[in-house]
């Protein structure tokens, strides 16, 4: 069993950055493929930031690509959101997963472990 906590979420004002920190309890993330999804208000989850087992690769959805930067650091167990030039769309709750796989899953349904999510907030 893999326990996900994040934290970093705030408040920010447009243009403003923030970093993401999720850590893993009782397990070793090496063996996982790691990804940030993000919920706004009346909206579905989607898909954010995605890195592999080992971070060489990493992969973005459109919305946020020159924007954030997932990185990992394995030996502490942690992924982290670096997250610049924010604007009040990117307001949502963020989480971050686990897939039982070395190479990056995009689907919510493909991961196995999920954060509590953390919030984060846009103003213009």
């Known amino acids: 069993q893999v326990q996900l906590v994040e934290s970093g979420g705030g408040s920010v004002q447009a243009g403003g950055s923030l970093r993401l920190s999720c850590v893993a309890l009782?397990?070793?993330?090496?063996?996982?493929?790691m990804a940030w999804f993000r919920q706004a208000p009346g909206k579905e989850r989607e898909f954010a930031a995605a890195i592999n087992w080992s971070g060489r690769s990493t992969d973005y959805a459109d919305f946020v690509k020159g924007r954030f930067t997932i990185s990992r650091d394995n030996a502490k167990n942690t992924v982290y959101l670096q997250m610049n030039s924010l604007k009040p769309e990117d307001t949502a709750v963020y989480y971050c997963a686990a897939a039982s796989s070395y190479g990056m899953r995009y689907r919510a349904s493909m991961h196995d472990y999920w954060g509590q999510g953390t919030q984060v907030t846009v103003s213009s």
């Open positions: 009782g397990r070793t993330l090496s063996s996982y493929a």
